[in-house]
């Protein structure tokens, strides 16, 4: 499958293709994917929806998490995950990029580039990661306007309206806050941060038939729990957002010290994956034969590298 031959891309949009998903029976489980590489992979294990996250964004341009990335930034990440992977993908929409005209413009955006459904939250900027202290939050009024706004301004696009308002307003305001925004046209619901099984099950059983939004992140304020476990709670939708990154990050750190230590790289082979795997990953093969005039790839034989190097 390569995004380049038409009849391997998906007939239907997106965001229908993640709708029929989250009214199958069963959680969605959604990895976090914050690139092409990574979003193949996940799909080669058998994931059939991925998640983009501004933190994962963010961190792989070498920035915090601050609401610093722009629409279109997001939009280069979003036109290399789904053309690679062909997945429906759920993007992180910090707070919309501004006010009204704003939400509406990053829903056009992300929907002309390829995202299936986008998550919008109702801090206020500069945001902050929703696991970290003292977020400031918009009146929840101004939240419900940004939600009507970007349901009037998509197509197809899946609107999930996300509050962090367990922390400052307890559950009772998060709850609210929730169903302001589901009147106001929200598909489903993420209610970001909370801290207890007790907690996740009574924002469930308060809001009734409404789709909603599990973050498993790692280090963070929530318990970890499984997939299964939130599905057992209410929940339709599960993500890891950023922990793709976490792990290529640290075997990078890995990497580096090891090249900085013995001057060769030799020791983290095991580490690598190799041409091969590489090359079957990124569907190597399939774009050499759509075009006669490349000569079919032969990749080095296995060994001959430490051959070499015993010989010597």
Same mark, same amino acid.
């Given at each position: 499958?390569?995004?380049?031959?038409?009849?391997?891309?998906?007939?239907?949009?997106?965001?229908?293709?993640?709708?029929?998903?989250?009214?199958?029976?069963?959680?969605?489980?959604?990895?976090?994917?914050?690139?092409?590489?990574?979003?193949?992979?996940?799909?080669?294990?058998?994931?059939?929806?991925?998640?983009?996250?501004?933190?994962?964004?963010?961190?792989?341009?070498?920035?915090?998490?601050?609401?610093?990335?722009?629409?279109?930034?997001?939009?280069?990440?979003?036109?290399?995950?789904?053309?690679?992977?062909?997945?429906?993908?759920?993007?992180?929409?910090?707070?919309?990029?501004?006010?009204?005209?704003?939400?509406?413009?990053?829903?056009?955006?992300?929907?002309?580039?390829?995202?299936?459904?986008?998550?919008?939250?109702?801090?206020?900027?500069?945001?902050?990661?929703?696991?970290?202290?003292?977020?400031?939050?918009?009146?929840?009024?101004?939240?419900?306007?940004?939600?009507?706004?970007?349901?009037? #301004? &998509?197509?197809? @696009?899946?609107?999930? /309206?996300?509050? +962090? $308002?367990?922390?400052? *307003?307890? =559950?009772?305001?998060?709850? #609210? &806050?929730?169903? @302001?925004?589901?009147? /106001?046209?929200? +598909? $489903?619901?993420?209610? *970001?941060? =909370?801290?207890?099984?007790?907690?996740?099950?009574?924002?469930?059983?308060?809001?009734?038939?409404?789709?909603?939004?599990?973050?498993?992140?790692?280090?963070?304020?929530?318990?970890?729990?499984?997939?299964?476990?939130?599905?057992?709670?209410?929940?339709?939708?599960?993500?890891?957002?950023?922990?793709?990154?976490?792990?290529?990050?640290?075997?990078?750190?890995?990497?580096?010290?090891?090249?900085?230590?013995?001057?060769?790289?030799?020791?983290?082979?095991?580490?690598?994956?190799?041409?091969?795997?590489?090359?079957?990953?990124?569907?190597?093969?399939?774009?050499?034969?759509?075009?006669?005039?490349?000569?079919?790839?032969?990749?080095?034989?296995?060994?001959?590298?430490?051959?070499?190097?015993?010989?010597?």
């Amino acid at each position: 499958m390569t995004y380049l031959s038409g009849h391997d891309v998906p007939a239907a949009p997106a965001g229908t293709r993640f709708r029929s998903q989250l009214g199958q029976k069963g959680i969605m489980r959604i990895p976090g994917a914050h690139n092409g590489q990574a979003a193949l992979q996940a799909k080669d294990a058998g994931f059939d929806a991925l998640y983009l996250s501004g933190a994962a964004m963010s961190a792989s341009m070498g920035l915090p998490d601050l609401g610093i990335i722009t629409i279109e930034d997001v939009c280069f990440f979003i036109r290399q995950i789904t053309r690679a992977s062909g997945l429906p993908l759920l993007v992180d929409g910090d707070t919309g990029y501004g006010e009204t005209l704003n939400v509406m413009h990053m829903v056009r955006a992300f929907e002309d580039a390829g995202a299936g459904a986008v998550h919008i939250e109702d801090q206020i900027l500069p945001k902050k990661c929703g696991h970290l202290n003292d977020k400031k939050l918009v009146a929840p009024h101004d939240m419900a306007q940004k939600i009507a706004a970007a349901v009037k #301004a &998509r197509r197809d @696009l899946v609107i999930i /309206a996300r509050t +962090d $308002a367990a922390g400052s *307003e307890g =559950l009772e305001g998060a709850v #609210a &806050r929730a169903k @302001l925004y589901r009147e /106001a046209g929200a +598909d $489903a619901i993420f209610p *970001e941060a =909370l801290t207890s099984e007790e907690i996740f099950r009574e924002f469930a059983r308060r809001l009734p038939d409404v789709p909603l939004l599990a973050n498993m992140t790692e280090f963070g304020r929530s318990p970890f729990f499984t997939a299964e476990q939130f599905q057992a709670m209410g929940y339709s939708m599960v993500i890891w957002p950023v922990s793709s990154l976490r792990v290529a990050n640290k075997a990078q750190a890995d990497l580096y010290h090891t090249l900085a230590q013995q001057g060769s790289t030799q020791a983290m082979l095991p580490k690598m994956q190799t041409r091969e795997e590489l090359y079957k990953t990124i569907r190597y093969y399939d774009y050499e034969a759509l075009d006669a005039s490349i000569v079919a790839t032969v990749l080095p034989q296995a060994g001959v590298q430490q051959h070499s190097r015993n010989a010597a």
